[in-house]
C-alpha cells in the first residue's frame, strides 16, 4: 500500500504546477454537491483519474467531482478523493490542498485503510497515513521524510467552522468556552491546512457541526471526513461526529456529509459532554 506514496507525489508536483499558472475561474458546471466548479478543479480531478485509474492495484475510484465511480474488472483498492480542497479560498492565495482515502472492499468508512492528503502552500507536503503516519516535504529535487506527527492529549487551537449565526446555543457555548480557556482562533477555510495545522502544533479542535443552513453539516465523508478521521487516529487524536466516531458511520450514498470534530482527546471530551 506504500505504493501510492510516490503515485500521490505525482499528483502532487503536477497539480502544483497547474495551481501556479492556471487561472481560477469558475466554469459554469456544479459538482455532485452543489458548489460551483473552478476550471482547476476538474484539471486536478483528471491527473487523479489518469494516474490512479493507470495502476493495476486500483480497482475503483471516486471524487468529488463525479456522480458515481469508475469501477475497472481487476485491482482490489478503491480510492475516494477530494482532488482540490479549498476551491473558494484559492483566488485570495491561500493554501489548498488534496485529500485521498484508501478503501478496500467497499466506499464505507469500515473499510478504510489508508489515507493521505497533500498540502499546496509555501512548501509542498505530503501526510500518508497506513499502519503509521509518515510526512513528507519537497526541498525542489526530492521528497524528504520528516520526523512522524503526533498529537498530544491536548493543544491551544481553536478551528470552529461553519456559518456561526447558524450554530446551535450548545456549539456557541463549546467554542466560547475554548476561547475562555485560553485556546485561539485559527480558520482559513480550508481543511486541509486548518487540520495540518493542528497535527503540526500538537493539539486542539477543528469542528464543522451541523447549523441550520447545513443540518448534515458540510464536509463528505468519503472524500474529506473519513480520510482524516483515519489521519487524526493514527496521529493519537480522534474523530466524532459529536457522539460517535466518524470512522464507525454508516454510508448510504457516495456524496454524504456529516458532522466532525477532530482534535486531541482533551478537547474531543468535551464535545462529547456538549453532544452527548
Ligand atoms: P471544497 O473546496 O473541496 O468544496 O471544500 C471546502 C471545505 C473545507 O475545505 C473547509 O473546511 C470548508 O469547506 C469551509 O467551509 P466554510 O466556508 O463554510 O467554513
Ligand atoms: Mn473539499
Ligand atoms: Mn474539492
Known sequence: MRDFIPIFQECALEIQKILKTNSTDYLAGVNPSGDTQLDIDVKADKIIETKLLGLECVRG??????????????GSYLIAYDPLDGSSIIDSNLSVGSIFGIYEGDFEAAKIIGAAYV?????LELVFADKILS?????????????????NQKGKINAPGGTQKDWSNA????????FEKGYRLRYSGGMVPDLHQILIKGGGLFSYPATLNAPQGKLRKL???????????????????GKTR??????????ESTPCFFGSSEEINEV?????
Do not use: M, Q
Not at 223 to 241: H, L, M, R, T
Not at 272 to 276: D, F, N, Q
Open 61 to 74: 475510484i471516486c471524487s468529488e467531482e463525479k456522480i458515481e465511480a469508475i469501477y475497472k474488472k481487476n
Open 119 to 123: 498540502v499546496y502552500g509555501p512548501r
Open 135 to 151: 510526512y513528507f516535504i519537497y526541498n525542489g529535487d526530492f521528497w524528504e521524510e520528516k520526523k512522524s506527527l503526533k498529537l
Open 171 to 178: 456549539h456557541k457555548n463549546l467554542v466560547y468556552s475554548l
Open 223 to 241: 472524500f474529506e471526513v473519513f480520510p482524516f478521521a483515519f489521519i487524526y487516529e493514527k496521529a493519537g487524536g480522534e474523530a466524532i461526529d
Open 246 to 255: 466518524l470512522l464507525d458511520l454508516e454510508i448510504k450514498s457516495l456524496h
Open 272 to 276: 462529547r459532554k456538549t453532544y452527548e
